[in-house]
């Protein structure tokens, strides 16, 4: 079987075991979906209101995986983490519920373990550097305010992507209410599959068109300003790295072993509007949303004119014959 072949396949299949436990959410399933594939420590965040299905997809990826869970309080120490991944050196994915309910001390915690795999508790570092690699899957409730506290953009940026949930539609709420599911699904993932696959994102060839187009996208992404201020805080090398990995899957899986400036546009918010400035966003969420709508339509200009280069180029090898 080619790598593509193979990668859809594997891709089709989780996305096929996800529609099982969780109703519409056609954008989260998939974004979820790519991010476990195409990386061994993906770091992915699900945001959204209450009753959404954010814990019910978290609770199904554990099912495949030895995993810690973590119920955040406000109450919640470092110390507890550090003691819960010191008896778990096995830990393949941390689920954290609630993320926002953690108080700063433990934000901060989290921050210096996902950047430097290690902890400081009264002055004493904690290595964690021996574990594997192992994914995070964090739920954050958006209504709620009691017993929250402020997430700041740093923590925010060590996550790959962020992923909000839709509103539920009067059909996918009679499905939820009515239709048949089961509690007891299980996730049916061999590790074999997931090596494979994210072996064959890591070996993926990108000749320097492709490596031009991704950099053209990355600066325009880059430049966007409101107000002569930078919208975004700090470098978005992080969510760049991140984003070759998910076009580069998208491709494989459509069969491809090269890259389109549209590969990256069903991911570009959930990769981005986390790592901005935040006073930015609230306050002027709807030109955010209008200048991320700009780049998307800029970068599928790009796709119709590297299609129209494409024909052309195909045209006239045809007539030199």
């Not at 709620?144 to 925010?156: C, K, N, Q, R, T």
Request: proline residues 2%; contains cysteine.
């Amino acid at each position: 079987m080619e790598q593509e072949e193979m990668c859809s396949v594997i891709c089709d299949e989780i996305l096929s075991q996800f529609d099982r436990v969780l109703v519409g959410q056609k954008k989260v399933k998939k974004l979820v979906a790519y991010s476990i594939l195409s990386n061994s420590n993906s770091r992915i965040l699900l945001t959204g209101g209450t009753g959404y299905g954010k814990s019910t997809l978290s609770d199904f990826l554990a099912t495949r995986f030895k995993t810690v869970r973590i119920s955040m309080t406000s109450d919640l120490l470092p110390c507890d983490l550090q003691e819960l991944l010191k008896r778990n050196t096995d830990l393949r994915l941390l689920q954290i519920e609630e993320f926002n309910r953690a108080s700063e001390q433990t934000q901060s915690a989290l921050i210096e373990l996902f950047s430097k795999g290690q902890m400081t508790i009264d002055g004493n570092i904690y290595s964690f550097r021996d574990l594997h690699d192992f994914y995070v899957i964090a739920t954050q409730n958006d209504e709620e305010i009691a017993g929250m506290f402020p997430v700041p953009l740093a923590m925010y940026d060590r996550f790959d992507v962020s992923i909000a949930y839709d509103e539920l539609s009067r059909d996918e709420m009679e499905e939820i209410l009515f239709g048949k599911h089961s509690s007891n699904e299980q996730l049916h993932l061999l590790s074999s599959m997931l090596d494979k696959v994210q072996k064959a994102v890591d070996q993926f060839p990108t000749n320097k068109i492709d490596q031009n187009m991704m950099l053209t996208i990355f600066e325009k992404i880059d430049s966007l300003m409101i107000d002569n201020k930078k919208l975004f805080v700090g470098s978005n090398v992080r969510a760049h790295l991140f984003a070759l990995k998910l076009v580069k899957l998208m491709a494989l899986t459509n069969g491809r072993t090269y890259l389109l400036p549209t590969d990256i546009i069903d991911f570009i918010e959930s990769l981005y509007m986390h790592r901005i400035n935040q006073n930015v966003a609230q306050l002027n969420d709807e030109k955010v949303k209008d200048l991320f709508a700009g780049i998307k339509g800029e970068i599928k200009e790009m796709r119709r004119e590297k299609s129209l280069f494409e024909k052309s180029k195909s045209f006239i090898k045809s007539f030199n014959r």
